[in-house]
């Protein structure tokens, strides 16, 4: 059995063999980031990657190429592997977007695994995102590999000298980079406190209304923009608030922690809206609280606004915040089990990756 892989690798026929690859790289499909956009810009009709022989297939085992479209966090890392494993030989892997080579805007982020760590890389294409054209030149660059009969190795630089074409005029070669100068504009003032001018008559009137409904229950209740009103008080009185509002503000749209370890307490908040009143459509109330650090608990309000659920489970494994009566609280729900614990959080630190430069470093 071995003679003949051994004859299809290097015999007369071998020639065929990797023709044949070359003209049939199959793409599977898996779109991990927004790089996959302009994968489907190569495949379309402007570009035709398949003119180069090259076609999306959806089931991997009926493909020979991965191209990795961008992030890979450590939950697809498993579903890279997976698919890598499940194809047919001989396979290739094509990775593309800064966030594949070395993190791209997600840079030593807790989530990020290279790709070449999971599945060896044949071709990097760097660009955020790549152009159709980057990617299929990649393309070219494989299928050329493929004739060669290599595979499976890095991607090789070559050093290029381009003195003999590019003629650098003396003065520029003497020209120093400039140095910015010490103040480009006046800081701008940031207004933490005290009252804005902002020109919403019905906010006026809803802050009213809100103070009648809510009394005893706030510290204090603000205009912040058009169309947002700050509503802030203590965690136990949230229920009692929320239970109040549940009919005229009725969903969430977003619970937020703000971390503040030099003050040793996080900021909760709960961003909720209307879907039911249309004059309150546009309106965004936020309810603020604080709660210690070191024992951060909050009572849930999923009871009487289905949609913060998720969310809080979402905060609960980011920050740690253990949000009272809410039954996901404990369990693993969003992230790979290997990832550390509250990720989120302003003290936590990832191991340090140390770069050195080699060679020539002027
Ligand atoms: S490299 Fe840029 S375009 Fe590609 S996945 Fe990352 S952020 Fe998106």
């Known amino acids: 059995m071995d003679e003949h892989i051994e004859f299809l690798k ?60 961008g992030a890979i966090t450590r939950k697809m890392a498993k579903v890279l592997r997976i698919t890598w494993e499940q194809m047919p030989d001989p396979k290739f892997v094509i990775v593309m977007g800064a966030c594949g080579l070395n993190g791209g805007l997600f840079w030593n982020g807790y989530h990020m695994v290279k790709p070449s760590d999971v599945v060896p890389v044949d071709y990097f294409i760097p660009g955020c995102p790549p152009t159709p054209e980057a990617l299929l030149r990649g393309i070219r660059a494989l299928q050329d590999k493929i004739m060669t009969g290599e595979t499976n190795s890095t991607a090789k630089f070559s050093k290029a000298d381009l003195s003999s074409i590019i003629e650098i005029p003396e003065e520029i070669k003497q020209k120093r980079v400039p140095t910015p100068p010490h103040s480009i504009a006046k800081a701008p003032v940031i207004q933490i ?54 009919f005229t503000f009725d969903h969430v749209k977003s619970v937020n922690v703000v971390d503040v370890p030099n003050e040793n307490k996080f900021i909760i908040e709960y961003v909720v809206s209307s879907y039911g009143v249309k004059d309150l459509m546009p309106v965004l109330l936020s309810i603020i609280t604080e709660i210690p650090r070191d024992n951060p608990r909050h009572p849930s309000l999923a009871k009487h606004w289905p949609s913060a659920d998720y969310m809080e489970r979402e905060m609960h494994e980011f920050f740690g915040v253990w949000f009272e009566d809410n039954p996901w609280m404990g369990r693993n729900f969003l992230l790979s089990p290997d990832t550390p614990e509250y990720p989120l959080r302003k003290d936590f630190k990832l191991p340090r990756e140390t770069y050195v430069l080699r060679g020539d470093s002027r």
Do not use: F
């Not at 990657?49 to 990795?68: A, F, K």
């Not at 006026?204 to 809100?210: G, V």
């Open 10 to 69: 290097s015999g007369p026929l071998s020639l065929v063999k990797r023709w044949g690859a070359k003209w049939s790289l199959w793409p599977v499909h898996l779109v991990t980031a927004c790089c996959g956009v302009e994968l489907a810009h190569a495949y379309a009709c402007g570009y035709d990657g398949e003119r180069l022989g090259s076609l999306n297939y959806g089931i991997c085992r009926q493909t020979n190429l991965i191209i990795v479209e």
């Open 193 to 246: 406190d005290g009252q804005r001018e902002i020109e919403w008559d019905e906010g006026a009137n809803l802050i009213q209304t809100l103070k009648k409904d809510l009394e005893g229950l706030y510290i204090s209740i603000e205009m912040t923009d058009l169309n947002r009103i700050c509503l802030k008080t203590t965690p136990e009185k949230t229920p009692e608030i929320a239970e109040r509002l549940k």
